[in-house]
């Protein structure tokens, strides 16, 4: 089988089902796993050129709608009726599903069973950990700078928040993505900021590019100095590797609970 994945979380997953003999091509955002890194491109997730998909020859693509903007990707393929599957996940209890759904287009079912139950199974545990830590610190996300957009309710940073022990200051929201203003985020005040700019690397970013805004002086994560630079490749892509960063977060909110 020729499998062509055009989204970060997607290669991820064919990666954990051990489909490395399979995966013939990638979009330019997969940066893990390091052992793929050879293989041929096909464009920005958002932008993917589906002349580099055909040249293939997929048997099936792997597609995403876990970005707004995905959307044209998904009528190319269908235009071009190349076959594929498509990925939506928007909350962490989604990621399993999305694991089996992989495991039955790929012919490779009962690994794909097994490693959709020990994503539940860690994340249970984790859970259950957290459940009794007396603190439940209240966390800004950021995915953007300018404008902000940050997730709300509907989106897998806000389980990720409720699983380390903590909460996500705009969960009241009931969507996935939410477009806020710098007043916005000190009217609810967090305890820490966590900077997860999609597709920008951290070496990129500077903690006085949000320590020194000046709306946010009295902010309780600035006054702390609880400011988190994270990998956004462990936070901001739906596939098992959320769950490495899920247990990095707990260690930064909970350093002294064991």
């Known amino acids: 089988m020729r499998i062509v994945s055009i989204c970060p979380s997607n290669t991820e997953i064919l990666y954990y089902l051990g489909l490395g003999q399979q995966v013939v091509g990638l979009d330019n955002h997969s940066d893990w796993p390091a052992e793929w890194q ?12 589906m002349d580099r998909v055909a040249a293939l020859q997929p048997d099936l693509v792997v597609a995403s ?5 995905m959307e044209a990707n998904i009528d190319a393929l269908r235009a ?24 039955e287009a790929t012919g490779t079912q009962q690994k794909a069973a097994e490693l959709a139950a020990q994503f539940d199974e ?10 009794s830590y007396e603190q439940k610190p209240a966390l800004y996300w950021e995915w953007w700078p300018n404008p902000i957009y940050t997730p709300g309710g509907e989106n897998w ?20 993505n939410v477009k806020a203003t710098r007043e916005m985020v000190m009217e609810r005040n967090p305890d820490h900021i966590c ?16 320590t020194e805004r000046p709306e946010w ?31 990095q977060l707990v260690s930064l909110l909970h350093p002294n609970e064991h």
């Open 38 to 49: 050879h293989l041929p491109r096909v464009g920005p997730d958002l932008t993917i050129d």
């Open 195 to 210: 900077v997860v700019w999609c597709g920008i690397d951290l070496k990129r970013i500077k903690p006085s590019m949000i």
């Open 157 to 176: 940073l806000t389980d990720v928040s409720e699983c380390a022990g903590a909460t996500n200051i705009f969960a009241d929201y009931p969507v996935a």
């Open 122 to 131: 860690r994340m249970e545990t984790i859970r259950q950990k957290t459940s």
């Open 80 to 103: 071009r009726s190349i076959p594929h599957i498509v990925l939506n996940p928007s909350r962490i209890g989604e990621i399993p599903d999305d694991i089996r759904l992989v495991g």
């Open 65 to 69: 709608l876990s970005v707004p903007g």
């Open 217 to 247: 002086q009295d902010m309780k994560a600035i006054r702390l100095g609880q400011v988190h630079l994270l990998e956004e490749g462990l936070f901001c892509r739906p596939s098992p590797r959320i769950l490495d960063g899920l247990e």
